[in-house]
């Protein structure tokens, strides 16, 4: 099991140089990878908000180790074509620790509405789909078309490609008990779950996580490698804890930091103390 932190892009830590410090502090503390959440707004419209893209370059630039991403883009809202080429250059840019998450994005009105973009989950979940297709087929590096509902692509080709291969990672957030996001999972390299009936104070329970798990492999059409993926919060060293996890699938468990928690030298001093097992 690998061990990352996950930072918010607001609030105290809308600052983008805060972030690539406490991205450095992570790996020089032991964790595999650090992640940054995805907002273009916020509730608090007086919240300053960081550009998660800009704030993984600076990681990019700042470690040398860690895996690194920006968990979960909400590619509904986003062109896939800039996306795309984005995350391949970000690949190359930190020698090939890019991991890439998606999903619906959480803030319908504030990051959709109103901006005048269609804030229907059914439509965001349709751009979704449509928009992994080409993100995926442009990284390929050979010439792609799309035609699609929302997005169209005719014959383009997208140098370099990421260093990645096949392709950059790509996993999917979804809230259970909804099941459309894991099946979609399913199609991918990776699962993030969250879930409905566990706060954000909380941890879902190996018990919880294991019934995901077994979901997203039973649609999923071959056995291929899955990653597994969730937010928790330890104070430390717990390897038993971690270790049940483990048990039921688990390979990347990101220790959830913000305001929530603390302040920001509290979190520093979570990040000093390193992973928790």
Known sequence: MKFAVGLPNVREYGDPALLVELGHEAELAGWDGVFVWDHLAYREPEAPVADPWIAVAGLADRTQRIALGVMVCALARRRPWKVAREAASLDVLSGGRLRFGAGLGSLAEEEFAAFGEDADPRVRAARLDEALEIVAGLWTGEPFSYDGVHHVVRSARFLPTPLQRPRIPIWIAGRWPARPPFRRAARWDGVFPT?????????????????????????????????????????????ARIDSYADVGLTWWIEKLGWFRGSPEEMRARIAAGPPA
């Open 195 to 239: 879930r409905r009936d566990v706060g954000r104070a909380e941890t879902m329970s190996p018990g919880q996580l294991a019934e995901i798990v077994a979901y997203t492999r039973s649609q999923r059409p071959g056995d291929e490698p899955l990653d597994v993926v969730i937010e928790g919060q330890t104070d430390g060293p717990d390897a």
